[in-house]
T-cell receptor
Framework: KNEVEQSPQNLTAQEGEFITINCSYS?????LHWLQQHPGGGIVSLFM???GKKKHGRLIATINIQEKHSSLHITASHPRDSAVYIC????????????????FGKGTHLIIQP | DGGITQSPKYLFRKEGQNVTLSCEQN?????MYWYRQDPGQGLRLIYY???????QKGDIAEGYSVSREKKESFPLTVTSAQKNPTAFYLC?????????????FGSGTRLTVV
């Protein structure tokens, strides 16, 4: 089964700082998702990537397929960015996936202080 | 726009009562999934269905039941046999197409049993 590691587990930063959250996986994938979950709230899909880079507002996601690594960046961070960020990878079917082919990271808990 | 609807977002029930969580998708996806999230832990697979009228247990199926009578709907019942039902529940769907899963996520339901 694909192993997904996120780092850091917890991150506290000051408003305005540039934030980077990392996700590494062990087996080839077809896609990688970045999800956001505010405290006590629901899940919001931020990005789905299979290659390269995507940008939405102050959020940027990159993926390096050869290195099996993805990063989520937040520019000009704001207290409303405080949330848990979850990486989820879709393993290539019949290769490295569980019954559902999807493996979640444990999440990165981000706190942005004013 | 196509997507997955989970309702309600927050649900409260008394201990010993069965409760059914709704998940509806209009993406024409064949496969649907239910995950559970406990505080500080990653998401774990409860049940999945790859086709109508068929479903399989995931990693933590005990105390749960599902049905898949329609392609669009995959309700999850949390029974009184589930010892710790308070958790966040996430529904997802996928195509799959060829070797690719192509996941879409709902926003989740937070269940509190008192």
């Amino acid at each position: 089964k694909n192993e997904v590691e996120q780092s850091p587990q917890n991150l506290t930063a000051q408003e305005g700082e540039f934030i980077t959250i990392n996700c590494s996986y062990s087996v080839g994938i077809s896609a990688l998702h970045w999800l956001q979950q505010h405290p006590g709230g629901g899940i919001v899909s931020l990005f789905m990537l299979s290659s390269g880079k995507k940008k939405h507002g102050r959020l940027i996601a990159t993926i390096n397929i050869q290195e099996k690594h993805s990063s989520l960046h937040i520019t000009a961070s704001h207290p409303r960015d405080s949330a848990v960020y979850i990486c989820a990878v879709e393993s290539l079917m019949y290769s490295g996936g569980g019954a559902d082919g999807l493996t979640f990271g444990k999440g990165t808990h981000l706190i942005i202080q004013p | 726009d196509g997507g997955i609807t989970q309702s309600p977002k927050y649900l409260f029930r008394k201990e010993g009562q069965n409760v059914t969580l709704s998940c509806e998708q209009n993406l024409n996806h064949d496969a649907m999934y239910w995950y559970r999230q406990d505080p500080g832990q990653g998401l774990r697979l409860i049940y999945y269905s790859q086709i109508v009228n068929d479903f399989q247990k995931g990693d933590i199926a005990e105390g749960y039941s599902v049905s898949r009578e329609k392609k669009e709907s995959f309700p999850l019942t949390v029974t009184s046999a589930q010892k710790n039902p308070t958790a966040f529940y996430l529904c997802a769907s996928s195509i799959p197409a060829g070797l690719i899963y192509g996941y879409t996520f709902g926003s989740g339901t937070r269940l509190t049993v008192v």
